[in-house]
């Protein structure tokens, strides 16, 4: 088989469709999470679900919309504005859970897809505050250091 007879594991698992799939079944769990839901700075989830399947498609090896749309990833930096605790990632691997099991992959598939999504979880945390406490919900307030030296200081 040739390099490009290859099917990627994006194509593998389905391609566009899974993809939107999960993503749709991801986000109906966070729109009824108490904790997840007043984190996403936007009225609509819409935006937010389309960068999510994006992402995950380019990650999978499909079309690199993301990047051509959002540039680097960056998605610690990106994450730092939301107070991304240990309470957070479990409901969001939780509703990331029941979403990727809808899938019904094959079980080589779900695992790797599985492996991946709890690895980026825990890597996305970025506090140890308890939920309430720390900084302001909606990306405001990121809580966190600077990212770069203060170059704006007034100094003669
Ligand atoms: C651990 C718990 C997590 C929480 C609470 C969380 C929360 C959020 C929030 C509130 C946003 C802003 C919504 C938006 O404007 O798009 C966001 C964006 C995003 N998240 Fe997460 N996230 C988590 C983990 C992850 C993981 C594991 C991934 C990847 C596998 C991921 C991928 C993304 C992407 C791609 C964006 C859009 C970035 C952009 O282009 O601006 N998130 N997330």
Redesign the pocket.
């Known amino acids: 088989m040739s390099d490009d007879a290859r099917l990627s594991f994006y194509d593998e698992v389905g391609g566009h469709e899974t993809f939107v799939r999960l993503v749709d079944a991801f986000y109906r769990g966070v729109a009824d999470d108490e904790v997840?839901r007043p984190?996403?700075?936007?009225e609509d989830l819409g935006?937010?679900a389309e960068?999510?399947t994006l992402?995950?498609e380019q990650?999978w090896g499909g079309p690199s919309t993301?990047s051509e749309r959002?540039g680097h990833?960056r998605?610690r930096m990106?994450?730092l504005p939301?107070h991304?605790n240990p309470d957070?990632?479990d409901?969001?691997?939780a509703h990331m859970r029941t979403a990727v099991e809808e899938l019904a992959l094959p079980p080589l598939h779900e695992e790797t897809l599985w492996d991946?999504?709890q690895r980026?979880?825990f890597?996305?945390?970025n506090t140890f505050e308890p939920t309430g406490i720390g900084p302001a919900q909606g990306?405001r307030g990121a809580g966190t250091l600077p990212l770069h030296p203060d170059t704006t200081k007034e100094s003669s």
């Open positions: 997840l984190m996403y700075p936007e935006p937010a960068r999510l992402f995950l990650y993301y959002r990833p998605l990106r994450h939301f991304v957070a990632r409901r969001w691997l991946y999504l980026a979880a890597a996305m945390v990306a």
